[in-house]
């Protein structure tokens, strides 16, 4: 096993177990585990923090409760891969011309690097000095914008993404902030509101000024829990259709 050295400060008047917890969270945020990926053994890792099993399991059992880790019976324990493919489509129904589902693809209209607001300060956890990524971009059906969206990125932890070509980035964004910069979504927060189309969004949806819209936004975080994205989406109210499933 070829771990790197104790990534933090403990915190003392925590129990052992939920140490190793919070110790094990600051690596998988900092990449030492990529998802799908099996983590090390319990007893390598009895090993390494010097507890016993039992103190592994606690430690393991919460992060399997948290949904970060999945055990595999044989063949040990993964990091789960947070699946947001379809997350938006819980919201919005598209369909082609012919009336079969699609999803849309997208398309970066333009990257800046920029001094972010208060708003946008506070919800990346950012200090004073920071500059983020904003990417403005589109979701297309066969040509058609349909959604549009603003996201902001802290540049410290996405600079990859300033030499990379608009045409170069995936209708998917988080598999490729894996790639290129280590960076993985592990949750996010979702807020909807309606709201009235400004100009902006008329033009570039091509509907009345101020029709409905529905206003998706999101923050999403890596798994410390530290926000890494703030993502707006606007799309005409008659695309809505909220799904969810109860059990």
């Known amino acids: 096993m070829d771990m790197q050295a104790f990534s933090g400060k403990p915190d003392d008047r925590l129990p052992r177990y939920q140490q190793m917890r919070d110790d094990l969270v600051r690596r998988l945020a900092q990449g030492e585990w990529a998802p799908d990926t099996a983590i090390a053994t319990e007893a390598e890792l009895g090993q390494f923090y010097n507890v016993s099993t039992g103190t592994v ?6 992060l399997v409760a948290d949904g ?18 379809s997350s938006l489509f819980r919201f919005f129904r598209f369909k082609s011309v012919d009336g079969k589902p699609v999803r849309p693809t ?12 208060e708003a946008i300060r506070s919800t990346l956890q950012l200090k004073g000095s920071d500059k983020t ?4 971009r589109v979701r297309l059906i066969e040509g058609r914008p349909v959604l549009s ?33 280590r960076q993985i ?9 309606v709201e009235q189309a400004t100009e902006d969004d008329a033009a570039l ?7 409905p819209v529905i206003l998706v936004q999101r923050v999403a975080a890596d798994f410390a829990g530290t926000p890494i994205e ?18």
């Open 133 to 136: 990524i904003h990417l403005s």
């Open 230 to 247: 703030w993502r707006t989406t606007r799309g005409a109210a008659s695309g809505f259709q909220y799904q969810v499933d109860i059990r």
């Open 185 to 193: 979504v592990a949750s996010a927060t979702e807020i909807l509101n």
């Open 205 to 211: 949806l091509g509907i009345d000024v101020g029709s």
């Open 57 to 62: 399991r606690k430690a393991i059992d919460l």
């Open 149 to 181: 969206e603003e996201i902001w990125l802290p540049r410290n932890r996405f600079e990859a993404l300033t030499g990379l070509r608009l045409g170069d980035f995936e209708d998917l964004l988080y598999p490729l902030y894996e790639r290129l910069c």
């Open 68 to 85: 970060v880790l999945t055990r595999t019976q044989g063949k040990g324990t993964f990091v789960r891969r947070p699946r947001f493919d």
């Open 106 to 117: 997208a398309k970066v209209l333009r990257r800046e690097i920029v001094k972010p607001n």
